[in-house]
């Protein structure tokens, strides 16, 4: 069945310094992997996906994140935080059942930036 | 284009009350999602449409929770009668036909049963 990890709750990082949020999957066949962040109050906004191709994506506010076939990895980073970096962040999966598209989400990974 | 729209933004109602939650999705997309969010239970599915039929309602919680897509842009998500325990917030998010492009979501609705 697929499926997406993201094994931490909450991370805590700098202001300035790197960031990384992890994001583990299973799922049969090649994987169509998305990252979405949620500010206070606000729906989910799509950040960056990986199709196809090179495995280091580059997405919106900076955000990259890095294909890793052989781990089952998709890990979302960024060079150097800053404090409006601060929201939920949500992993998800494509899956197919049916014949249907749907997304598979984490349980999101609440980033804390601090000055 | 608009976007995911969601109305109302916000709903403060009694318990036993009927509850209707509104979504248009963006023109062209397909497929249209409900999810509830709580602290607790965090990003839930609801139910799926595709082309405008239920494909799956095994999120939905209890019988006291409906949902009806009567066209491309528009569906609805109702609870009746509602209790505290619904208190939450409820997405909308919408898809073109292929898996290559992910959700739009809505801004969603705060719902609060009081």
């Known amino acids: 069945a697929q499926s997406v990890a993201q094994p931490e709750d909450q991370v805590n990082v700098a202001e300035g310094n790197p960031l990384t949020v992890k994001c583990t999957y299973s799922?049969?066949?090649?994987?169509?992997l998305f990252w979405y962040v949620q500010y206070p109050n606000r729906g989910l906004q799509f950040l960056l996906k990986y199709i196809t191709g090179d495995n280091l994506v580059k997405g919106s506010y900076g955000f990259e994140a890095e294909f890793n076939k052989s781990q089952t990895s998709f890990h979302l980073k960024k060079p150097s935080a800053l404090v409006s970096d601060s929201a939920l962040y949500f992993c998800a999966v494509r899956s197919i059942s049916g014949g249907y598209n749907k997304l598979i989400f984490g349980a999101g990974t609440r980033l804390a930036v601090h000055p | 284009d608009a976007g995911v729209i969601q109305s109302p933004r916000h709903e403060v109602t009694e318990m036993g009350q009927e509850v209707t939650l509104r979504c248009k999705p963006i023109s062209g997309h397909n497929s249209l999602f409900w999810y509830r969010q709580t602290m607790m239970r965090g990003l839930e599915l609801l139910i799926y449409?595709?082309?405008?039929?239920?494909?799956?309602d095994s999120g939905m919680p209890e019988d006291r929770f409906s949902a009806k897509m009567p066209n491309a842009s528009f569906s609805t998500l109702k609870i009746q009668p509602s209790e505290p325990r619904d208190s939450a917030v409820y997405f909308c998010?919408?898809?073109?036909?292929?898996?290559?492009?992910?959700?739009?979501f809505g801004s969603g609705t705060r719902l609060t049963v009081v």
């Open positions: 799922v049969s066949g090649n994987p169509y």
């Open positions: 449409f595709n082309n405008n039929v239920p494909i799956d």
């Open positions: 998010a919408s898809s073109p036909p292929t898996g290559l492009y992910g959700y739009t």
